[in-house]
C-alpha cells in the first residue's frame, strides 16, 4: 500500500520519535518556563482570559509528566510574578483559585510518579486559602525524591535580590556574617530558589523576548530558548525540541 507511506506520523509516534532523538546523558537538569499566551491564545478562540489560565493549568500535568520522563530534575514554572496584581482583579481572583483546582486532581499522579511539589516567592498578598493549598501540597510532597516541581508564585527577581540582602544585613548587624566572608556560594543561599541549581535552559513562550524580572541571580549562565506558541498549545514536543537544541548548543560549547 504506497498511501501507507504518506500518511503523517501518529501523535504518538512523533511524541516517541523526539523524546528518542534526546539524549538522555545531557539533559538539563534544571528548565524554567515563563508561561506566557494564556491570554492572547483564549483571544485568538473567542473565550473569556480565564479560559486561556484554565487551558494553560492543564497544560502545566502534561509538561510535568513530559520532564519527568525526560529525566530533568528540577522544573520551575512562572504561576505568578509580583506585577501580576495590576491585572484586573477578576483574573487575579481566578488566578488565585487555580492551585485549589490544580492539587486535588494532581495530588495522585505527582504522588505516583514521586514529584516533590515546591514555592519559590513571596508569602504578602496571597490569600489565606491558596497559600495553605500550596503549603499542604509542598508538605505532603516533601519527602518525595523524584522531579521537584517548583512554582515561582508571587514571585519577582529583583524583590528576591532585594530580600536578601536585607536579611544578609540582619546577620551582619546580628554578627553571624562578616562583609569579607561574602562569596556568590553564601549569597545565593539567601536566595528563594535555596538549595536548587541555576536553571541551565529557560523557555519563554508567546513571543515576548524579555526575562520579565524572572530569576535574575540564576538565570546568569542559562541557554534562553524562545517560541512563538502561546502557553496553553505548548507540547511534549515543543519540550522536546528546546531540549534538542539545547544539547546542540551546549555540545557546540563544549568542542570549542
Ligand atoms: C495561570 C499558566 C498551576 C500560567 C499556568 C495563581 C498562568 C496556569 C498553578 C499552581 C497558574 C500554582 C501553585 C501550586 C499549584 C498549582 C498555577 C497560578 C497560575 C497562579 F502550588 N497553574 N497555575 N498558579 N496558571
Known sequence: MLKRLFQSKGKADSREAARSSVDKKSVPEHVAIIMDGNRRWATEHGLPR???????????????????????????????????????????????GLPQEFFP???????????????????EL????????VEEAVKRTEKNSGLVLNFAFNYGGRKEILHSVQKLMEDAAAGTVRADQLDESMFRQYLLSGDLPDPDLLIRTSGEIRLSNFMLWQLA?????????????????????????????????GGL
Request: net charge neutral.
Open 221 to 253: 549562565y542559562a541557554e534562553l530558548w524562545f517560541t512563538e506558541v502561546f502557553w496553553p498549545d505548548f507540547t511534549e514536543v515543543h519540550f522536546q525540541r528546546a531540549i534538542l537544541d539545547y544539547q546542540k548548543r551546549v555540545r557546540r560549547y
Open 50 to 96: 480565564v479560559a486561556g489560565h484554565h487551558t494553560g493549568m492543564n497544560n502545566v500535568r502534561e509538561i510535568t509528566m513530559a520532564a519527568d520522563r525526560l529525566g530533568v530534575h528540577v522544573l520551575t514554572l512562572y504561576a505568578f510574578s509580583t506585577e501580576n496584581w495590576k491585572r484586573p482583579k477578576d483574573e487575579v481572583d481566578y488566578l488565585m
Open 126 to 133: 496571597l490569600p489565606e486559602q491558596t497559600l495553605q493549598t
Open 105 to 123: 486532581k494532581m495530588i495522585g499522579e505527582l504522588e505516583e510518579k514521586n514529584v516533590q511539589v515546591r514555592m519559590m516567592g513571596h508569602r
